[in-house]
């Protein structure tokens, strides 16, 4: 048995089910939940797969295995470069990590004056903002031929340029 078991048995969430380094407790599993091996993450049939404990969880020996047309990166490199590059040639698309926490710096507009101490107005906003970042990003991608990494690249020095010539 190794010490995480041990301390999945130890404390549990009673609302989530989960030890606190998010391992889960069997014993809170339903009649008709499948208790997989670890590593069968990456073949759930999902339209989108978002890894976000882990870096490089997703590498070119394990990416044939991913079925989602879409990954978003919640975690800092979770994905490999390789493997990047081989989902790409499959038609998978990985929204890079820089982009998908990129809200987490919103928590700026509330320090100088841009957002009041207002959850609506703040998420009002952070949605606002991703939606028209992710969506020029993807349209780039798409008229550029380019991944969404690239696009979010050159757009980064697009603004860049414009802002500080």
Known sequence: MTGTALLEVAWTDPVTGCDRFGGIDRDYLKPGDELRPPEAWLDVPAEVL???AISYCVDADNQAKIGAKLIVEAANLPVTPDAEELLDARGIRVLPDFVANSATSSWWW????????????????????????????????????????????????????ARFG
């Open 50 to 52: 978002v890894p976000a």
């Open 110 to 161: 509330t320090l100088f004056g841009d957002v009041d101490a207002d959850a609506e107005e703040a998420f009002g906003k952070v949605r606002a903002r991703m939606r028209a970042l992710v969506t020029s990003m993807f349209e780039v991608a798409t008229l550029d031929g380019l991944s969404l990494r690239a696009a979010a690249l050159q757009l980064s020095e697009n603004n860049i340029e």
